[in-house]
């Protein structure tokens, strides 16, 4: 799959922009899997014009990333057009416009999925936004505000018109948040619209290696997006292109392994953050790191609740010690935002 010039494998597994959860340590650990390329969290774009600073923070890029997107969002045309041009300068391989963040705070301002409501003002912020860079310009958005409003596939056209380079669909409205089960029906109709001519990735409620084989043999997208189900599971990466390429599914992880991978996870965040940060930033992971074990709960809520390095190192140990060998069964991870 080609997004402007920048060459992708064919079928990419590609790891979703989500906020709090891909920083770099968590993008680490993903890349190790073999995402094909990944996002940023969203960042601000009234924020990066301020210089706020845990908005440059998000801008930074390892060496290890690429291929790589930063996505922005934000309601202003001036102030998105002049963040693409900072943003550039940040050098990712490629800038995302987020049109489908749901969340009341975005949204209701107009950012995000807010913008599924002023379609024309959405188009003169991308057709801007492409002209300003000379970076591929991609969108990642919704099937559209709700239920009555499902216009992706009138949307798409005029995107793709903008000289937008790639289109990310999640299956769902604004409306639904997280909520029910993405509907891919919209996101085939989309692909295999005759008008269509940029790469069309799918995103929503994939889980396993199955499911996307499913995905792109039903609705013939280009690529696949993975979010929640990579947040303790990094390794659905790996998985998934395993399958993709033999047909084999792989035996699953034990606890063990999964605690050397947390291990390697805290150890990067630590380099990144005081340990402090580094301790709470986890917390998300630790929370479906462990799902399906049984007589879990007391030690998962002590893991939760543990201030200090040392003591989460110590539990960790603890739970490798009592549960160490057993398989990690791949239950989905559906965690609601
Ligand atoms: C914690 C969390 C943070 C998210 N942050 C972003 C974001 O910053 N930008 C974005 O485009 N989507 C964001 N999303 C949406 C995901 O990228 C994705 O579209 C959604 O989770 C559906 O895919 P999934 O079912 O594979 O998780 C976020 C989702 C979650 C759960």
């Known amino acids: 799959m080609k997004i402007g010039t920048l060459q992708l494998p064919?079928?990419?597994?590609?790891?979703?922009?989500?906020?709090?959860?891909?920083?770099?340590?968590?993008?680490?650990?993903?890349?190790?899997?073999?995402?094909?390329?990944?996002?940023?969290?969203?960042?601000?774009?009234?924020?990066?014009?301020?210089?706020?600073?845990?908005?440059?923070?998000?801008?930074?890029?390892?060496?290890?990333?690429?291929?790589?997107?930063?996505?922005?969002?934000?309601?202003?045309?001036?102030?998105?057009?002049?963040?693409?041009?900072?943003?550039?300068?940040?050098?990712?391989?490629?800038?995302?416009?987020?049109?489908?963040?749901?969340?009341?705070?975005?949204?209701?301002?107009?950012?995000?999925?807010?913008?599924?409501?002023?379609?024309?003002?959405?188009?003169?912020?991308?057709?801007?936004?492409?002209r300003a860079t000379k970076l591929p310009v991609t969108v990642k958005t919704r099937l559209g505000w709700d239920d009555n409003s499902k216009n992706i596939v009138e949307i798409a056209e005029m995107l793709q018109d903008t000289g937008i380079m790639a289109l990310t669909i999640h299956g769902r409205t604004r409306a639904q948040m997280y909520r029910g089960e993405a509907d891919w029906t919209l996101i085939g109709e989309v692909?295999?619209?005759?008008?269509?001519?940029?790469?069309?990735?799918?995103?929503g409620d994939i889980t396993d290696p199955v499911e996307t084989k499913k995905a792109f043999d039903r609705y013939g997208v280009d690529g696949i997006m993975i979010g929640r189900a990579a947040i303790g599971r990094p390794w659905i990466f790996r998985d998934v292109k395993h399958y993709l390429k033999t047909g084999e599914i792989l035996p699953p992880m034990t606890v063990g392994d999964q605690i050397d991978l947390i291990k390697e996870h805290l150890e990067l965040g630590f380099s990144f953050k005081d340990d402090r940060r580094g301790v709470v930033s986890m917390r998300r992971f630790f929370a479906v790191s462990f799902k399906g074990l049984s007589n879990f709960k007391e030690t998962r809520i002590r893991l939760l609740q543990a201030e200090g390095k040392e003591l989460v190192y110590q539990i960790l140990e603890e739970i490798r010690e009592k549960w160490g060998d057993q398989l990690l069964i791949p239950v989905p991870s559906k965690e609601e935002k």
């Not at 998000?58 to 969002?73: D, N, S, T």
Request: charged fraction near 25%; proline fraction near 7%; hydrophobic fraction near 40%.
């Open 10 to 130: 064919d079928q990419p597994v590609i790891l979703a922009p989500m906020e709090d959860v891909t920083d770099p340590p968590f993008r680490y650990m993903c890349k190790k899997f073999g995402a094909d390329l990944m996002f940023s969290e969203f960042v601000s774009s009234d924020a990066l014009i301020r210089n706020v600073n845990r908005t440059l923070e998000k801008m930074e890029i390892q060496a290890y990333e690429h291929p790589y997107g930063i996505q922005l969002y934000g309601k202003n045309i001036v102030a998105m057009v002049e963040s693409a041009k900072i943003t550039e300068t940040w050098g990712p391989d490629l800038i995302d416009i987020n049109f489908g963040c749901p969340v009341k705070k975005v949204a209701m301002k107009g950012a995000g999925a807010g913008m599924l409501v002023d379609v024309p003002k959405m188009i003169k912020m991308t057709r801007e936004i492409v």
């Open 191 to 203: 692909k295999n619209h005759p008008r269509i001519k940029i790469p069309i990735i799918g995103n």
